[in-house]
């Protein structure tokens, strides 16, 4: 059974950081894709609603990160330990959202978390 477990939510003020995690079970890690996808509040509970963040692809160090972020948000993988972070600096309070972790694994087949919540307000 493939699990995605998310921590490292929380209630931040501007300009703060907060760093989340990602542990995975169940599925070929190293071969995955790992992202990061947000949904504002208000947005529908599907998937589709969700706006990607940051992605590490797999056998590779290479990242994508959205332009709404960059420069603010690093994603790092840890193969040994099944886990993806998103290390969160400089926070704004249009980051406030459910975030989400995502696994695409080597087979096109497509994994969620069930989400943390960050919100930035002071």
């Known amino acids: 059974q493939v699990r995605l477990v998310e921590s490292g939510g929380g209630v931040v003020q501007p300009g703060g950081s907060l760093t989340l995690s990602c542990v995975t079970s169940?599925?070929?890690?190293?071969?995955?894709?790992m992202s990061w996808y947000r949904q504002a509040p208000g947005k529908g509970g599907d998937p589709i609603e969700r706006d990607f963040v940051a992605a590490a692809f797999s056998r590779t160090p290479e990242t994508n990160v959205a332009d709404s972020v960059k420069g603010r948000f690093t994603i790092a993988r840890d193969n040994a330990k099944n886990t993806v972070y998103l290390i969160m600096d400089n926070l704004k309070p249009e980051d406030t959202a459910e975030y989400y972790c995502?696994?695409?694994?080597?087979?096109?087949?497509?994994?969620w978390g069930q989400g943390t919540q960050v919100t930035v307000s002071s």
């Open positions: 169940g599925l070929s890690f190293s071969t995955s894709v």
């Open positions: 995502n696994a695409q694994t080597s087979g096109d087949y497509d994994f």
